[in-house]
């Protein structure tokens, strides 16, 4: 695939509003934006937005520590990678004025609008987007200077309030022992805010701030706090505002994009090329053993075990299968050796030839469709007898704890991968249990069941290369 | 959810209590001002408020709500109920969740619930249920602390203290302010609070950078009025158990001098004294860093029941109530006075009935035109709530 074609932009050029519009690298985003933007650069920057949240949230489920240098970096190299160069130059801390900078706000500011429309219909959607929302605006926040900051304040008219010499001296002690991260001189040498506690109840939580009255003693760098909690609050509001509004929006070229944007994969298309290597259908099973992620093994066993998949079971598993390499014959035969246990040969045929040959792009529109990626099968729709499903996001507690000690986990990994689940991250679950059950783990989160089946597959070929060589 | 308090084989109410109940409610429980508390002075706050009934028969009554007091007097007559809980105010009337609908809980005022059974690894003078004049100051301790953090560091005033009928004590906390509160920002503050770490852990209180000097210090000068005293009477050292356990606490490394010096006296005080001595001879070389502080800590350091304060719809007993088992009545008490407060003068059911009638039946029942509670020792408690509601509403109405 032209992964290339999609970043190429129309230019479009800066008017004189724009400079003033865009100004700061921080937004807290007040005003809609209101121009014209081609359809190609409305789907480019919701993709952009959509793949710079995941690379933010990816980057703490990495295990690098929130806010941490190395967080921070891991953030930067994947936005470069990713040829999110724009978003990176929000994070210069220059707060630069040339074409370049004005560019970059722009997209930051339209991309989020975009990404409010398409994020604003469902309360998990809404919870993921807030939740990315604010830590972009941290990771901005914390790349600016001090005098960057203050111009921040004084242009969206946040009035903090610095405290007086005189009541600094005062509280000079409480001060120092209540803030952490600063030394007698530090606190002296720089200004403290005076908020309400309830803005930076975080840093309550914590014990991370001085009290007093009802108010919170903060330096400049934790006033992010607080108006991450004001921009919390009416981002919240807004975004249940327009999902009450939605409906009015009825533009069928834009919808389609916004209702699929969560689920839209931002890697790895993993569709079949032919260069592939044929894998061996008598192999299949020992490889649902060894280099299946759990949700593929999932439906093999219960395949084998039933003859027999329903409709979404046989598309999810039938595309891993195409693109980890079954050829078309060996494709159709492996189905109708199973299925055909439980009815003849013209019932398949009848009944189910016509599908698989249509999911292999054989009849029909014959398209050669791409397998499921981990958002879409943790956001799919699982019913009853359904086998398709994310196991560390839909199976039960017990069930999955059993089955992923009974696919080798060992017991520290199944605690640590049930804490995982538990805090709602499946990726990262799956993961930690490609790592509890292979030599060494994978070299990224796992995004894909491909890359699942792939990442494994390599660790086996460089053992046999090492072996060979 | 609050759930009737103990399941022990306890006899059930005594004909005398099912007989003085419905009088109790209907002549002497400050119900009206309760009314006004409890819907802020607003009818339709109150009728969404959720109200739950406790009956003789054990049947707990979840999600009531009242459209106006005589409603929820009349309901209160009709079932006796043995304890009345209170929840928060959801945005719809809670009796419409019989009819299978969803509940979002907007509002309550901020509680706190301490027990003392969850003192029974500390007090040695009573245990689970028990509790006389002497745990009493490990709760004096906690109402002084929580008042001291809710005013000097929340700014908030609208404070009321109660006795929780049997082993504890409930803090309401009723500005504005506070009631408005969401779940989180109650965890949170339960969290800037609590500095014992839970579990079987043998030492639960250490400070760090993180747990600023000036919340323990501010404790530890509140503990000390009370330490020595609980020192004696608990014998918290007086014996070899006690004594081991509370080594336990001390690091390894400088440990055997302190059990040396400790163990070659025997009563507590004396024990204490032995501690202090090795403590300051030891700070010169050693980093004790606090742990003399730790340890006064974890003695004596107010331990919340965190559930009771975290979630909004959690119910707490209406202050007024009579416990079922002691008979006592709950009622509520000046955190100043708190030293004062004495177990045995709670007044209970059968006694402010009996007060009632005595007064009733005298020839003379000069000043005319008492209220009934008056004649009673409910008196200054009473007088006391109203204190609390009538300030309450004087502020709602000057600072909104």
Same mark, same amino acid.
């Not at chain 1, 600094?168 to 991260?181: A, Q, R």
């Not at chain 1, 039938?318 to 079954?326: H, N, S, T, Y």
């Not at chain 2, 760090?208 to 918290?236: P, S, V």
């Given at each position: 695939m032209d992964t290339n074609a999609r970043r190429r932009r129309v230019h479009t050029t800066v008017e004189d509003t724009e400079a003033t519009l865009y100004n700061h690298d921080l937004s807290l985003y007040p005003k809609f934006p209101c121009s014209e933007i081609p359809l190609s650069e409305f789907e480019e920057l919701a993709i952009d937005r959509v793949q710079l949240f995941r690379i933010i949230e990816q980057a703490s489920l990495k295990g690098h520590k929130y806010?941490?240098?190395?967080?921070?970096?891991?953030?930067?190299?994947?936005?470069m990678k990713n040829n999110l160069k724009k978003f990176v130059r929000l994070l210069s801390g220059f707060n630069g004025q040339t074409e370049l900078d004005i560019q970059a706000r722009r997209a930051?500011?339209? $991309?989020?609008? &975009?990404?409010?429309?398409?994020?604003?219909?469902?309360?998990?959607l809404r919870k993921w987007f807030l939740a990315r929302e604010l830590e972009w605006f941290k990771i901005k926040f914390v790349s600016n200077s001090t005098p960057s900051i203050l111009k921040f304040l004084q242009l969206n008219e946040l009035n903090y309030q610095t405290i007086s010499n005189e009541e600094k001296e005062d509280l000079k002690e409480s001060l120092i022992v209540c803030t952490p991260g600063m030394n007698d001189v530090q606190v002296m040498m720089s200004e403290f805010y005076k908020v309400p506690f309830l803005d930076v109840w975080t840093l309550v939580q914590k014990r991370r701030v001085f009290l007093k009255e009802g108010y919170a003693y903060i330096p400049i760098n934790d006033l992010v706090v607080s108006i991450q909690s004001t921009f919390r609050t009416t981002l919240s509001s807004k975004l249940v505002l327009m999902n009450r509004n939605l409906p009015n929006l009825d533009d069928e070229r834009l919808s389609n994009l916004l209702c699929n944007l969560h689920q839209a994969y931002t890697g790895n298309e993993y569709t079949v090329s032919?260069?592939?290597?044929?894998?061996?259908?008598?192999? &299949?099973?020992?490889? $649902?053993?060894?280099?299946y992620p759990l949700c593929m093994r999932n439906l093999h066993e219960t395949l084998r075990a039933n003859h027999h998949l329903k409709h979404y079971g046989r598309l999810i598993y039938g595309l891993f299968l195409k693109a980890i390499g079954l050829k078309y014959e060996q494709f159709i035969e492996f189905w109708r050796s199973e299925f055909t246990k439980t009815m003849d040969t013209d019932a398949f045929n009848k009944n189910h030839l016509y599908n698989f040959n249509h999911q292999f792009g054989k009849v029909g529109k014959r398209v050669n469709y791409s397998p499921y990626s981990c958002m879409k099968i943790i956001m799919s729709n699982v019913g009853a007898g359904d086998a398709h499903c994310c196991p560390f996001r839909h199976f039960d507690v017990g069930r999955l704890r059993a089955k992923i000690?009974?696919?080798?986990?060992?017991?520290?990994?199944?605690?640590? &991968?049930?804490?995982?689940?538990?805090?709602?991250?499946?990726q990262i679950a799956c993961t930690k249990y490609f790592q509890y059950t292979h030599p060494q783990p994978s070299s990224n989160t796992i995004n894909h069941p491909n890359q699942y089946f792939e990442e494994s597959m390599n660790l086996v070929k460089d053992k046999t290369e090492k072996i060979v060589s | 959810m609050a759930s009737a308090c103990c399941s022990d084989n306890e006899p059930a109410f005594t004909e005398e209590y099912l007989k003085n109940i419905v009088p109790y409610y209907t002549k002497l429980m400050p119900l009206p001002k309760l009314y006004e508390w409890f819907g802020y002075g607003n009818p339709e706050i109150f009728a969404k408020r959720e109200i739950s009934f406790t009956l003789s028969n054990d049947v707990y009554i979840r999600y009531q709500s009242f459209d106006s007091f005589e409603e929820f007097f009349n309901e209160i007559k009709k079932k006796a109920p043995v304890k009345i809980d209170i929840g928060a105010i959801y945005k719809t009337k809670p009796k419409i969740k019989a009819l299978g609908f969803e509940l979002t809980a907007t509002r309550k005022d901020l509680v706190f619930d301490i027990d003392i059974s969850d003192y029974d690894d500390v007090r040695t003078c009573c245990n689970g249920a028990g509790i006389c004049n002497k745990c009493w100051k490990f709760m004096a301790i906690a109402t002084k602390i929580i008042s001291a953090v809710l005013k000097e560091d929340f700014n908030y005033e609208h404070i009321l203290w109660v006795f929780s009928g049997r082993r504890g004590i409930h803090c309401w906390v009723a500005d504005r302010h506070a009631r408005e509160l969401t779940n989180e920002v109650r965890s949170a503050m339960t969290e800037y609070f609590n500095l014992l770490k839970d579990g079987n852990k043998t030492k639960k209180v250490v400070l760090t950078g993180r747990i600023h000097k000036k919340i323990y210090e501010r404790a530890i000068k509140i503990i000390d009025e009370y330490f020595m005293d609980i020192l004696e009477e608990q014998d918290l050292l007086g014996t070899d158990l006690r004594l081991r356990k509370f080594l336990d606490m001390i690091d390894k490394g400088v440990r055997k001098q302190f059990q040396k010096s400790m163990t070659a006296v025997k009563c507590s005080v004396e024990r204490w004294e032995a501690f202090e001595q090795t403590f300051t001879?030891?700070?010169e070389s050693d980093d004790l860093k606090t742990l003399k502080e730790e340890i006064k800590l974890q003695y004596?350091?107010? !331990?919340?029941?965190?559930?009771?304060? !975290? $979630?909004?719809?959690?119910?707490?007993?209406?202050?007024?109530c009579v416990h079922p088992k002691t008979e006592k009545i709950c009622i509520p008490f000046e955190a100043e006075k708190v030293d004062d407060f004495d177990l045995e003068k709670v007044p209970t059911l059968s006694k402010v009935i009996e007060e009632l009638k005595t007064y009733d039946e005298r020839e003379d029942t000069l000043p005319l035109g008492l209220n009934d509670y008056q004649k009673t020792s409910l008196t200054q408690h009473i007088e006391l709530l109203e204190r609390?509601?009538?300030?309450?509403?004087?502020?709602?109405k000057m600072k909104y």
């Amino acid at each position: 695939m032209d992964t290339n074609a999609r970043r190429r932009r129309v230019h479009t050029t800066v008017e004189d509003t724009e400079a003033t519009l865009y100004n700061h690298d921080l937004s807290l985003y007040p005003k809609f934006p209101c121009s014209e933007i081609p359809l190609s650069e409305f789907e480019e920057l919701a993709i952009d937005r959509v793949q710079l949240f995941r690379i933010i949230e990816q980057a703490s489920l990495k295990g690098h520590k929130y806010f941490s240098d190395e967080w921070k970096k891991c953030i930067k190299d994947d936005m470069m990678k990713n040829n999110l160069k724009k978003f990176v130059r929000l994070l210069s801390g220059f707060n630069g004025q040339t074409e370049l900078d004005i560019q970059a706000r722009r997209a930051d500011h339209i $991309s989020h609008f &975009i990404l409010r429309i398409a994020y604003c219909r469902s309360e998990e959607l809404r919870k993921w987007f807030l939740a990315r929302e604010l830590e972009w605006f941290k990771i901005k926040f914390v790349s600016n200077s001090t005098p960057s900051i203050l111009k921040f304040l004084q242009l969206n008219e946040l009035n903090y309030q610095t405290i007086s010499n005189e009541e600094k001296e005062d509280l000079k002690e409480s001060l120092i022992v209540c803030t952490p991260g600063m030394n007698d001189v530090q606190v002296m040498m720089s200004e403290f805010y005076k908020v309400p506690f309830l803005d930076v109840w975080t840093l309550v939580q914590k014990r991370r701030v001085f009290l007093k009255e009802g108010y919170a003693y903060i330096p400049i760098n934790d006033l992010v706090v607080s108006i991450q909690s004001t921009f919390r609050t009416t981002l919240s509001s807004k975004l249940v505002l327009m999902n009450r509004n939605l409906p009015n929006l009825d533009d069928e070229r834009l919808s389609n994009l916004l209702c699929n944007l969560h689920q839209a994969y931002t890697g790895n298309e993993y569709t079949v090329s032919n260069d592939k290597d044929a894998i061996n259908p008598a192999d &299949i099973d020992e490889y $649902s053993k060894k280099h299946y992620p759990l949700c593929m093994r999932n439906l093999h066993e219960t395949l084998r075990a039933n003859h027999h998949l329903k409709h979404y079971g046989r598309l999810i598993y039938g595309l891993f299968l195409k693109a980890i390499g079954l050829k078309y014959e060996q494709f159709i035969e492996f189905w109708r050796s199973e299925f055909t246990k439980t009815m003849d040969t013209d019932a398949f045929n009848k009944n189910h030839l016509y599908n698989f040959n249509h999911q292999f792009g054989k009849v029909g529109k014959r398209v050669n469709y791409s397998p499921y990626s981990c958002m879409k099968i943790i956001m799919s729709n699982v019913g009853a007898g359904d086998a398709h499903c994310c196991p560390f996001r839909h199976f039960d507690v017990g069930r999955l704890r059993a089955k992923i000690s009974e696919c080798g986990a060992p017991s520290e990994g199944v605690s640590e &991968i049930m804490q995982l689940v538990n805090n709602g991250h499946y990726q990262i679950a799956c993961t930690k249990y490609f790592q509890y059950t292979h030599p060494q783990p994978s070299s990224n989160t796992i995004n894909h069941p491909n890359q699942y089946f792939e990442e494994s597959m390599n660790l086996v070929k460089d053992k046999t290369e090492k072996i060979v060589s | 959810m609050a759930s009737a308090c103990c399941s022990d084989n306890e006899p059930a109410f005594t004909e005398e209590y099912l007989k003085n109940i419905v009088p109790y409610y209907t002549k002497l429980m400050p119900l009206p001002k309760l009314y006004e508390w409890f819907g802020y002075g607003n009818p339709e706050i109150f009728a969404k408020r959720e109200i739950s009934f406790t009956l003789s028969n054990d049947v707990y009554i979840r999600y009531q709500s009242f459209d106006s007091f005589e409603e929820f007097f009349n309901e209160i007559k009709k079932k006796a109920p043995v304890k009345i809980d209170i929840g928060a105010i959801y945005k719809t009337k809670p009796k419409i969740k019989a009819l299978g609908f969803e509940l979002t809980a907007t509002r309550k005022d901020l509680v706190f619930d301490i027990d003392i059974s969850d003192y029974d690894d500390v007090r040695t003078c009573c245990n689970g249920a028990g509790i006389c004049n002497k745990c009493w100051k490990f709760m004096a301790i906690a109402t002084k602390i929580i008042s001291a953090v809710l005013k000097e560091d929340f700014n908030y005033e609208h404070i009321l203290w109660v006795f929780s009928g049997r082993r504890g004590i409930h803090c309401w906390v009723a500005d504005r302010h506070a009631r408005e509160l969401t779940n989180e920002v109650r965890s949170a503050m339960t969290e800037y609070f609590n500095l014992l770490k839970d579990g079987n852990k043998t030492k639960k209180v250490v400070l760090t950078g993180r747990i600023h000097k000036k919340i323990y210090e501010r404790a530890i000068k509140i503990i000390d009025e009370y330490f020595m005293d609980i020192l004696e009477e608990q014998d918290l050292l007086g014996t070899d158990l006690r004594l081991r356990k509370f080594l336990d606490m001390i690091d390894k490394g400088v440990r055997k001098q302190f059990q040396k010096s400790m163990t070659a006296v025997k009563c507590s005080v004396e024990r204490w004294e032995a501690f202090e001595q090795t403590f300051t001879e030891l700070q010169e070389s050693d980093d004790l860093k606090t742990l003399k502080e730790e340890i006064k800590l974890q003695y004596t350091y107010p !331990r919340l029941d965190v559930h009771v304060t !975290r $979630s909004l719809d959690h119910l707490l007993k209406t202050p007024f109530c009579v416990h079922p088992k002691t008979e006592k009545i709950c009622i509520p008490f000046e955190a100043e006075k708190v030293d004062d407060f004495d177990l045995e003068k709670v007044p209970t059911l059968s006694k402010v009935i009996e007060e009632l009638k005595t007064y009733d039946e005298r020839e003379d029942t000069l000043p005319l035109g008492l209220n009934d509670y008056q004649k009673t020792s409910l008196t200054q408690h009473i007088e006391l709530l109203e204190r609390f509601v009538n300030n309450l509403e004087k502020d709602d109405k000057m600072k909104y």
